[in-house]
Antibody
């Protein structure tokens, strides 16, 4: 079964750092793009950026450039999303999702279950 | 960034109804338009990719169409499990962007 399994919920304080993970299985992980999508409480979906698991080529949304860092460790089929200094406004659900192989044009067909991040003093 | 304007923002309908949701792109995106369904507390699910291609496993009552920068998701006969929020997304260029969502509710 093709799946993405994300790390568990996090509760952090402002200015703390955090890394969440997304582990793929059931497919050739390094052949696909992995996207990250944010959903603020009660709001819509926001595309944060996308990383190619094969060579770590990364494309960030300008809204998130410099705020987060995407990375992959293809040896363990895992993608990461990192914050170096969290803000309360980062409180949200974060999803990873599989993009295409070789192209990012055809939607995100497999999604992780989501990771809730709560940032509160 | 390419703006995606989705309408309506909410919609009430009954089981068996035919429903149409529209998404308009602020510029040409070829056919790189995808539709997702999201139920409360769940991850989104890809329904349609490339404007009109049905994702594997998605019921055939879902269909998509395109006319220049206007895109449509149609549900031919609403089923109880279809009540959810629907999002369009352009994947033509980065940053990829979503519409604001359409909440489909039971009338």
């Amino acid at each position: 079964e093709v799946q993405l399994v994300q790390s568990g919920a996090e509760v952090k304080k402002p200015r703390e750092s955090l890394r969440i993970s997304c582990k793929g299985s059931g497919y050739s992980f390094s052949s696909y793009w992995i996207a990250w999508v944010r959903q603020l409480p009660g709001k819509g979906l926001e595309w944060m950026g996308i990383i190619y698991a094969g060579d770590s080529e990364t494309r960030y949304s300008p809204s998130f450039q410099g705020q987060v860092t995407m990375s992959v460790d293809k040896s363990i089929n895992t993608a990461y999303l990192r914050w170096y200094s969290l803000r309360t406004s980062d409180t949200a659900m974060y999803y990873c999702a599989r993009g295409g192989t070789g192209t990012t044009h055809y939607g995100m067909d497999v999604w992780g279950q989501g990771t809730t991040v709560i940032v509160s003093s | 960034d390419i703006q995606m304007t989705q309408s309506p923002s909410s919609l009430s309908a009954s089981v068996g109804d035919r429903v149409t949701i529209t998404c308009r792109a602020s510029q040409s995106i070829s056919n790189y338009l995808n539709w997702y369904q999201q139920k409360p507390g769940r991850a989104p699910k890809l329904l349609i990719y490339a404007a009109s291609s049905l994702q594997s496993g998605v019921p055939s009552r879902f269909s998509g169409s395109a006319s220049e920068t206007d895109f449509t998701l149609t549900i031919s006969s609403l089923q109880p499990e279809d009540f959810a929020t629907y999002y369009c997304q352009q994947s033509y260029s980065s940053p990829q962007t979503f519409g604001q969502g359409t909440k489909l509710e039971i009338q």
